[in-house]
């Protein structure tokens, strides 16, 4: 099988955030970038595939060279091979989907994961969108993956309060959630590896960003609140503010 | 600017959050009509016009019962299409997540996710939304001539409904077999409790709470309330409770009105999660715990003790 796994390049989840000089973007300074934690799970999903049908898994990731080092990240969990697809790393999502799809599609991919969503934007979007433009069907954050014999796939994804199961046939993009599967840890040997494994690079068409930001801010400050008390002597204060000043009971 | 709301149902039942959206376009643009697909509503449709939707086009027909993102998402398009709106609205839930993309790239449009506040400035609509899981927001403006926005559920709130009763128009879809080549086969829903990004009040727990069999405390708290469960990451990664429930960067973000957050120390990735809730109250041992910078309320004890005595106190105030 022909697998693909599209990653992303992300501020660590404890990073503290600050606005950057130009006012739209943070202040890389200081800042430790990981695999973005879903595509941990497209990428464990990948080698799982892998594992039982054999074939080749490479990792996708639109950036600049700074991306290399988590696209070593996949490798060294055992991804056969990178493919960096160089563009400005301030793309938005259709701009990413679209370089991802241009430079994938004449390489004839049976499935292409892709994590539920990047910890930096969040947008959710390019799954769904990399699915429409290469005309092929689309399940976003699955939590469960079953392999059929017919060459089609069950998949199970969380929705407000239960399960949604779906069938599709490959081709198809799959994006992952937390929950599909346990991604494994990179071992010294992969990590040694992965040095050695290609890494293909190709230069992104020029895109013009259809979502344009404006400006980032820090959130509005919150007031520090107030200690009602200490224990259960407090309780009977915290439920008569609730109820009379807060009124949100 | 003309909008275009599409409504979810589950379970015959149009969703809260759907109706947020009318709401939020119905304020904004000069005109709002809600696509409903699915199964028929019936009389549910024209009530639609109570949150200021003046038209209601229900699809209904082969197909369309059980959710296919493929031939929703032609459905929808070819609506959007005839109408010629210039704006299109979703609620940012599950089934948007999965349809809003697909629906992106069919009508040339641009897209802004999970968006907490939208207005119209000189002709241009301006969203905010967080990033980096509401550690910033940006503000953005979309180039394309159709602008598709999804909102936050519980942010864009109902002030006031009208008796005011929608047009509505039924139609049968343009679909063929080749446009279902995802399909829902099944959808389980479990029982009774809220899910935790729609609910108004969500009882939250941490490694506070000592151990799983320690939720009933939590859970008999929600009841009383009406609220949805959450936690975590840490409980979530020890296996304590399922990932549905994780609030936080890895997780779901919420914004209920009342968040409390018990034996929850407040590591950044959770507060990301959770610190647009409208009120929050936290129970923890460590008064230098950092959810108590963010709280609004809060009680310095062992929440063990202190949440059986807040859920018979709120019990006798809402008689539960």
């Given at each position: 099988m022909n697998i693909f796994v599209c990653i992303s390049h992300v501020p660590d989840s404890t990073t503290k955030i600050k606005v950057g000089p130009s006012g739209k973007e943070i202040d890389e300074e200081g800042v430790t970038f990981i695999l973005n934690p879903y595509d941990e799970y497209a990428v464990e999903a990948a080698l799982q595939m892998k594992e039982k049908h054999e074939g080749e898994v490479t990792a996708v990731c639109v950036g600049d060279d700074a991306v290399k080092e988590t696209i070593r990240k996949a490798?060294?969990?055992?991804?056969?091979?990178?493919?960096?697809?160089?563009?400005?790393?301030?793309?938005?999502?259709?701009?990413?989907?679209?370089?991802?799809?241009?430079?994938?599609?004449?390489?004839?991919?049976?499935?292409?994961?892709?994590g539920k969503q990047s910890i930096d934007y969040d947008s959710c979007q390019v799954a769904g969108m990399l699915g429409e433009i290469l005309g092929m069907p689309s399940v976003s954050a699955i939590v469960g993956l079953e392999m059929n014999g017919d060459g089609s796939v069950t998949l199970e994804r969380d929705i407000e309060g239960g399960q949604e199961i779906s069938t599709t046939k490959l081709p198809a993009v799959l994006s992952t959630d937390k929950g599909l599967n346990e991604p494994r840890y990179p071992k010294l040997q992969g990590i040694m590896a992965a040095k050695r494994k290609p890494i293909e690079e190709i230069e992104a068409p020029p895109y013009e960003n259809r979502v344009r930001v404006l400006d980032m801010r820090m959130p509005p400050a919150k007031d520090a609140g107030k200690i009602v008390g200490e224990g259960v002597e407090a309780v009977p204060e915290l439920v008569k503010l609730l109820h009379e000043e807060a009124k949100v009971i | 600017m003309k909008a275009i709301v599409f409504v979810e149902q589950r379970d015959g039942n149009i969703k809260k959050s759907s109706c947020e959206a009318i709401h939020a376009a119905a304020g904004r643009f000069d005109s709002c009509t809600a696509v409903v697909l699915g199964p028929d509503l019936g009389d549910a449709y024209a009530g639609l016009g109570a949150y200021g939707a003046s038209k209601v086009i229900a699809v209904n027909g082969d197909g369309l019962e059980k959710y296919s993102v493929t031939a929703y998402a032609k459905a929808f398009c070819d609506i959007v299409r005839e109408t010629g709106a210039d704006v299109v609205l979703f609620s940012a839930t599950a089934m948007a997540k999965d349809l809003a993309p697909r629906v992106a790239v069919r009508l040339e449009a641009a897209l802004a996710s999970d968006c907490?506040?939208?207005?119209?400035?000189?002709?241009?609509?301006?969203?905010?939304?967080?990033?980096?899981?509401?550690?910033?927001?940006?503000?953005?403006?979309?180039?394309?001539?159709?602008?598709?926005?999804?909102?936050?559920?519980?942010?864009?709130?109902?002030?006031?409904?009208?008796d005011a009763q929608a047009e509505v128009e039924r139609r049968a879809p343009d679909l063929g077999e080749e446009d279902f080549s995802v399909q829902v086969v099944e959808t389980k829903m479990s029982s009774g409790r809220k899910d935790v990004v729609e609910a108004d009040v969500v009882v939250s727990g941490g490694r506070g709470m000592g151990a799983p069999e320690n939720w009933n405390l939590i859970e008999e708290l929600a009841d009383v309330l009406d609220a949805a469960t959450g936690a975590s990451r840490a409980v979530v990664d020890a296996?304590?409770?399922?990932?549905?429930?994780?609030?936080?960067?890895?997780?779901?973000?919420?914004?209920?009105?009342?968040?409390?957050?018990?034996?929850?120390?407040?590591?950044?990735?959770?507060l990301a999660g959770m610190s647009s809730s409208k009120c929050i109250v936290a129970i923890n041992k460590d008064p230098e715990a950092p959810i108590f910078n963010i709280a609004d309320y809060g009680i310095i004890g062992d929440v063990m003790e202190v949440l059986p005595a807040l859920t018979n106190e709120i019990r006798a105030v809402v008689g539960k």
């Open positions: 490798l060294a969990m055992g991804v056969d091979k990178g493919l960096l697809i160089k563009a400005e790393r301030t793309r938005d999502s259709f701009g990413i989907a679209q370089a991802i799809a241009g430079a994938i599609r004449d390489k004839s991919p049976d499935v292409i994961f892709c | 907490t506040a939208l207005s119209v400035e000189e002709g241009d609509v301006i969203a905010t939304r967080p990033v980096y899981a509401g550690k910033a927001f940006i503000r953005v403006s979309l180039s394309t001539p159709v602008k598709i926005f999804t909102l936050r559920p519980n942010v864009f709130t109902i002030a006031e409904t009208s296996g304590w409770r399922p990932h549905a429930e994780q609030v936080g960067q890895t997780g779901k973000t919420v914004s209920p009105s009342l968040y409390i957050a018990c034996g929850i120390s407040g590591a950044i990735q959770h």
